[in-house]
């Protein structure tokens, strides 16, 4: 108990209020809503102590004004356009990659003995969570503004994000059809880790192991195992033969 005292105590100091205003652009006014949407549930179990309610919150919102600036931005385009784009901004890889570059990882309260949430998506899930308790403490209106100030522009380049295709393992699948390879998803591994389900999935091509992807859903594990082996092979441009396996 005493080790968490400390643990918590940390995460209350100047320190941590400096490294939090540097992430928000401002000084919060509900410390503590900042230090529930920053704490993971492998630290704390309880709903009310965690960041998941924040994350499911702040996911709707985020999604809301994701959508609000694609309309905007994109007045002529048809809805089936808008929801794929929306779908490239929103990405679990895309808002993890994100959440460290705004240094989301160095204040992020998480258990760090746990190797496999180091290389987890629980940044981009913080964002999120991160997003929702600044709706809560400043309103709609200036998160709107602050999503799109410190994670739209700095962070999503609209020309580039046109032309990304998001579905690694259709990409992966087309290339295996393309070139008469067999291409099967395996899992690995499957064990409780923190009272979740955590999946390895390997991507097999022609019976061999290209790469793997651990989540906590298969879906996601598949999708990770994906995109690794799509740049292990060199197919992320499409006009790229790729190596032979």
């Given at each position: 108990?005493?080790?968490?005292?400390?643990?918590?105590?940390?995460?209350?100091?100047?320190?941590?209020?400096?490294g939090?205003?540097?992430?928000?652009?401002?000084?919060?006014?509900?410390?503590?809503?900042?230090?529930?949407?920053?704490?993971?549930?492998?630290?704390?179990?309880?709903?009310?102590?965690?960041?998941?309610?924040?994350?499911?919150?702040?996911?709707?919102?985020?999604?809301?004004?994701?959508?609000?600036?694609?309309?905007?931005?994109?007045?002529?385009?048809?809805?089936?356009?808008?929801?794929?784009?929306?779908?490239k901004?929103?990405?679990?890889?895309?808002?993890?990659?994100?959440?460290?570059?705004?240094?989301?990882?160095?204040?992020?309260?998480?258990?760090?003995?746990?190797?496999?949430?180091?290389?987890?998506?629980?940044?981009?899930?913080?964002?999120?969570?991160?997003?929702?308790?600044?709706?809560?403490?400043?309103?709609?209106?200036?998160?709107?503004?602050?999503?799109?100030?410190?994670?739209?522009?700095?962070?999503?380049?609209?020309?580039?994000?046109e032309?990304?295709?998001?579905?690694?393992?259709?990409?992966?699948?087309?290339?295996?059809?393309?070139?008469?390879?067999?291409?099967?998803?395996?899992t690995?591994?499957?064990?409780?880790?923190?009272?979740?389900r955590?999946?390895?999935?390997?991507?097999?091509?022609?019976?061999?192991?290209?790469?793997?992807?651990?989540?906590?859903?298969?879906?996601?594990?598949?999708?990770?195992?994906?995109?690794?082996?799509?740049?292990?092979?060199?197919?992320?441009?499409?006009?790229?033969?790729?190596?032979?396996?």
């Open positions: 108990m005493d080790f968490w005292k400390s643990f918590f105590k940390k995460h209350t100091t100047p320190g941590f209020k400096k939090l205003k540097g992430v928000l652009g401002y000084t919060p006014g509900n410390v503590s809503l900042y230090k529930t949407a920053l704490t993971h549930r492998s630290i704390k179990e309880t709903s009310s102590e965690n960041n998941e309610r924040l994350e499911y919150l702040g996911d709707a919102i985020l999604s809301a004004l994701i959508a609000d600036y694609l309309f905007k931005r994109y007045p002529y385009k048809e809805e089936g356009f808008l929801t794929e784009m929306r779908s901004m929103v990405n679990r890889q895309q808002l993890n990659d994100i959440a460290v570059k705004m240094g989301l990882k160095k204040i992020t309260v998480y258990n760090k003995s746990d190797a496999s949430l180091k290389t987890s998506q629980i940044f981009g899930n913080t964002l999120e969570a991160l997003v929702g308790a600044i709706y809560l403490d400043k309103g709609y209106k200036k998160t709107s503004k602050w999503v799109g100030e410190r994670i739209i522009i700095p962070h999503m380049f609209m020309d580039d994000l032309i990304l295709e998001i579905n690694h393992k259709n990409k992966l699948y087309g290339w295996a059809n393309k070139n008469g390879k067999s291409l099967e998803f395996e690995l591994n499957e064990h409780m880790e923190n009272g979740r955590l999946f390895t999935i390997a991507a097999v091509i022609n019976g061999k192991v290209i790469a793997e992807g651990k989540a906590f859903n298969k879906k996601d594990a598949s999708q990770i195992a994906s995109q690794l082996a799509v740049e292990k092979l060199g197919i992320a441009n499409s006009d790229s033969p790729g190596i032979d396996v």
